[in-house]
């Protein structure tokens, strides 16, 4: 019987983090702002730093998922600022091997629960245009498109649509 594990990350796990995170750029790229290029050039103490739970507190979910204690799985909840009533999405990957079988639905239902919790009033991500599996999944989940089209990356010639998920009825 195979067991999956959704479970947040400390800066314990920098290694399992940084290992994930680099494949998820390597095997994404489009699908994310950033790129391994870049983040392949941080330092140790910059991956340990982001999951440093004194530097942030409670408004950040790193979540890993593991599937029969294997790291298949990633994706961040965030608030940009204490005060803010959005939290944000990044960094969602689930690895290919193990895509269509329900980890991002989950890891994505994890989020949520958390904003909830913070009563934060909706929660916002960027998914470029072409991703038809995450476009699908957000959609599905109740995510719905605002604002204008974001180029992917200053020298890119994708676009990242904007959506939102609304968790109250005030929600901007
Ligand atoms: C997007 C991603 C995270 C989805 O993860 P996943 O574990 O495969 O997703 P799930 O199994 O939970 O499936 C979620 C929904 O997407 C659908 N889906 C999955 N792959 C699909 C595809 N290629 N085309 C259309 N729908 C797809 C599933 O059928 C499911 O919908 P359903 O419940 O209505 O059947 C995964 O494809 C991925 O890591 N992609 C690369 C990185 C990425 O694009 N990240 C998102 C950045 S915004």
């Known amino acids: 019987m195979s067991t999956l594990k959704i479970r947040v990350l400390n800066k314990e796990d920098w290694g399992i983090y940084k290992e994930l995170r680099l494949l998820s750029l390597q095997d994404s790229p489009d699908s994310f702002g950033s790129t391994y290029e870049h983040e392949i050039k941080f330092s ?32 961040w909840g965030l608030l940009h600022n204490p005060y803010d009533k ?7 990957w689930v690895s290919p091997s193990v895509r269509g079988q329900g980890v991002g639905r989950l890891l994505l239902k994890k989020i949520i629960s958390w904003a909830k919790e913070f009563d934060f009033e909706s929660i916002s991500l960027a998914v470029t245009t072409t991703n038809i599996a995450a476009v699908h999944l957000y959609k599905t989940t109740g995510f719905e498109p605002y604002g204008s089209l974001e180029r992917l990356r200053e020298i890119s010639a994708l676009y990242a649509q904007p959506m939102k998920l609304k968790l109250c009825d005030n929600a901007a």
């Open 44 to 75: 140790n103490e910059e991956w340990i730093s982001r999951l440093d739970h004194d530097n942030r507190a409670n408004y950040a979910l790193p979540l890993i998922a593991e599937l029969n204690g294997v790291a298949v799985g990633l994706a």
């Open 86 to 92: 959005t939290a944000h999405i990044y960094q969602m």
